[in-house]
DNA sequence: TCAAAAAAAGATATGGGACTCCTTAATGGG
DNA sequence: CCCATTAAGGAGTCCCATATCTTTTTTTGA
């Protein structure tokens, strides 16, 4: 559904979320093993996610690292989805057509319609701090269990 | 949420079931100008499509082309997804976990499970056939609208 | 003020999807 | 039987997402 960067961009948000404070912050090679991203990679990604300003802030130097604000923590998922350039990935329309629209709609449209809609009322409405709390109280995982 | 070559499979199936028979068959040329795809590798597509020997057909020569049978046109859109290597796309983890299971859930996995339902529903109950009344009966598209 | 720590920035692979082109094989008509 | 027609097959190009490595900049704390 998203290319790999947001896919990690979404985790990493999540674990920085789930871990850090303006106090309290982490370091790029304790997330990337976290939530199991290369870490030069990863670092690319949290720059960008950084340089939106809305996000994720940090700071280099000893204890520096990143961190999020419980301001930022209300975003949407689809903030993250717009800074990581994936914002219309939910407009594209099943067939390929130039998009996904009611005006042009290709014959998957009329049903698949109410999906998108489900799609996007979703990212809309789930925030970090949502994704954060079902870390604490439920059984789910930002990270694979550990490969050979 | 699919590849080019996907969806050019899907555009170009509904158009040889739109337009084929045993007896007429529809080219190369013709189905690539339908649905405004490069025929190159519109070709290279088909031939994937055609080798799997359950969806389309196809005879070289004078008067050759690509053909559906009506049986074939009773096979889901799922049919053609699977020929295409993209059968797991929709059991992708929305964060990107190794698979999306109810065992290992991700933060959005209990929310993100129906609407997955949905989708695998939807491609496995639409079949060719549905795609193609479609056309006939409203006002559907399989194509964009010329570009400069 | 200096040194260590950490992120930022930049430069450089790599692999695969998207696409092209050329040659080969099959078919049917005359 | 030959030739035009059309699909099949194979080799190769291009670009971008993914990823790595190195160097620079910023910050902290001793
Ligand atoms: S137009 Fe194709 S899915 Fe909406
Ligand atoms: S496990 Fe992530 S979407 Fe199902």
């Given at each position: 559904?998203?290319?790999?960067?947001?896919?990690?961009?979404?985790?990493?948000?999540?674990y920085?979320?789930?871990?850090?404070?303006?106090?309290?912050?982490?370091?790029?090679?304790?997330?990337?093993?976290?939530?199991?991203?290369?870490?030069?990679?990863?670092?690319?990604?949290l720059?960008?996610?950084r340089?939106?300003?809305?996000?994720i802030?940090?700071?280099?130097?000893?204890?520096?690292?990143?961190?999020?604000?419980?301001?930022a923590?209300?975003l949407?998922?689809?903030?993250?989805?717009?800074?990581?350039?994936?914002?219309?990935?939910?407009?594209?329309?099943?067939?390929?057509?130039?998009?996904?629209?009611?005006?042009?709609?290709?014959?998957?449209?009329?049903?698949?319609?109410?999906?998108?809609?489900?799609?996007?009322?979703?990212?809309d409405?789930?925030?970090i701090?949502?994704?954060?709390?079902?870390?604490?109280?439920?059984?789910?995982?930002?990270?694979?269990s550990?490969?050979?």
């Amino acid at each position: 559904m998203f290319s790999k960067s947001t896919e990690y961009a979404l985790r990493a948000t999540i674990y920085i979320a789930q871990k850090s404070s303006e106090e309290h912050k982490v370091g790029l090679a304790e997330i990337s093993a976290a939530i199991d991203s290369p870490p030069s990679f990863t670092a690319k990604i949290l720059q960008a996610l950084r340089k939106d300003n809305k996000i994720i802030r940090s700071v280099p130097g000893p204890n520096g690292g990143f961190y999020i604000t419980e301001k930022a923590k209300n975003l949407p998922v689809h903030a993250i989805l717009k800074v990581m350039g994936e914002d219309d990935v939910l407009n594209k329309c099943v067939l390929g057509l130039d998009k996904c629209s009611e005006a042009k709609p290709c014959p998957m449209h009329s049903e698949y319609k109410f999906i998108k809609a489900q799609l996007l009322e979703l990212f809309d409405r789930k925030t970090i701090l949502d994704l954060e709390n079902d870390i604490k109280t439920g059984e789910v995982f930002i990270k694979n269990s550990r490969k050979k």
